[in-house]
Structure formats: C-alpha cells, structure tokens
C-alpha cells in the first residue's frame, strides 16, 4: 500500500550542528515531495518541496534531497536552531491527484 | 500565521454525536482540504474542496461530509461521532487549479476534538 515512513522517530542535535531528517516513501509515481515543520499547538508550516525531475533544492538553512533509485527523501537543516525544534513530516501526492500522503514524523529536539 | 483560520479550537463530543468543524481560507485561495491528525501521527487526508466542489476523497467513511462556501471558506461535518474520531482536525488551503496538486497548502491551527 501507500505510505510514507520515517527511519527514526525523535533526533536530538547540539545547537550549530547540521540536522539530517530521513524519510522512505513507496509511491513511486509521486512526482512532488514536500517537507512540513508542525509545533506543538500548530498547523503543519510548509519548509521546502521538490519535483520529482529534481534531485537537490536549496532553501534558506534547508536542503532537500530526493533519491528516486532507492525512494529516499531527506531535509538537511544548515547551523541548527532552538526554534528548528518540532516535528517534522515528509509528505508526498499521489501520484499527480490531490491528496498528500504524510509520514508519521521526527522529532527534532535542539540542545543548547 | 498563514491567514487560515480554524474554529473552534477545542471541542469535546460524546459518542454518536454530530460536530461541525469550520475554516476560512487564506485570502484569493479557492482550495481547502481537511486532514485527520491522530495523536503522534501524520495528517491523513479527508477530502478536498475546489471551487464548491468536492475534489476528491481519502479514505474516510460518508458520515465524512464537508461543504465549501462561495467565499471559498469551508466546514467539515462528522455524524455518529465514534472514538477514533478524536484526534486534531487540519484544514489547508491553496490556489489550485482542478486536480493540481503541485499548490503549497497553507495549513489552519487545527481544531482538537475529543471524542468521550
């Protein structure tokens, strides 16, 4: 079936470091990946995306990385904040519909 | 803040109840969708609002209903409340055109519902 998982549930990071979140997907027909960042109390807030004909896109302190060989999503957050804390899910459509299909999370915890 | 809207914010029903959940969208967004967010899980996908029109469902029973407003403002709908349906209710919107998905969806606060 359709789904999108998370190698590791909660990852703790030394303020500065750089955070690498993982992510397996199994709808190979997904042709756009999204990352969300969601705070306790929060709506899902919209980080980063990437098209399937893409394999690298940069933002602002974050990187994401598809590998469509091995069904692979990765965020990379650059100098890790206190407020990078939260969860954050993979999302990816349906194979070109409306719907998302989301991962269940990382919790990233930044230690001072 | 991303200009969505979600009200209430908190809601407590008792089982077999009926609840109705509603969002207002972000300003000229014509596209709300609604998840279904259990407790340390992902947000699954109810259905979609287009335009007034139902664009789509996930895999959610009929006692899942919605309706979108011609000020593309939205409301979710659950009948027979059962248990499980206690969980954060999300609702994004984006301007989309029929069947893209490719829009970033602008996500409401949510509302808590819990089911007794």
């Known amino acids: 079936g359709e789904s999108v998982g998370l190698h590791l549930p909660t990852l703790s990071v030394q303020e500065g470091d750089n955070s690498i979140i993982n992510c397996a997907y199994s709808?190979?027909?997904?042709?756009?990946f999204i990352w969300y960042k969601q705070e306790s109390g929060k709506g899902p807030q919209f980080i980063i995306d990437?098209?399937?004909?893409?394999d690298k896109r940069q933002g602002q302190r974050v990187t994401v990385l598809l590998n469509k060989t091995v069904k692979h999503l990765s965020l990379q957050i650059a100098a890790t904040q206190p407020g990078d804390s939260a969860v954050y899910f993979c999302?990816?459509?349906?194979?070109?519909?409306?719907?998302?299909?989301f991962g269940t999370g990382t919790r990233l915890k930044v230690l001072a | 803040e991303t200009g969505v809207t979600q009200s209430p914010t908190h809601l407590i029903k008792t089982r077999g109840q009926q609840v109705t959940l509603r969002c207002s969208s972000q300003?000229?967004?014509?596209?709300v969708s609604w998840y279904q967010q259990a407790l340390g899980q992902g947000p699954q996908f109810i259905f979609q609002?287009?335009?007034?029109?139902?664009?789509g469902r996930g895999n959610f029973p009929p006692r899942f209903s919605g309706l979108q407003f011609p000020n593309y403002s939205s409301e979710l709908n659950v009948n027979a409340l059962e248990l499980d349906d206690s969980a954060l209710y999300l609702c994004?919107?984006?301007?989309?055109?029929?069947?893209?998905?490719?829009?970033?969806?602008?996500f409401g606060p949510g509302t808590r519902l819990t089911v007794l």
């Open positions: 994004a919107s984006s301007l989309a055109g029929l069947s893209s998905s490719y829009n970033e969806q602008f």
């Open positions: 709808n190979s027909a997904s042709d756009y």
């Open positions: 990437i098209r399937s004909n893409m």
């Open positions: 999302a990816q459509d349906a194979g070109g519909t409306y719907k998302y299909i």
């Open positions: 300003s000229g967004h014509n596209t």
């Open positions: 609002y287009y335009r007034e029109e139902e664009n």
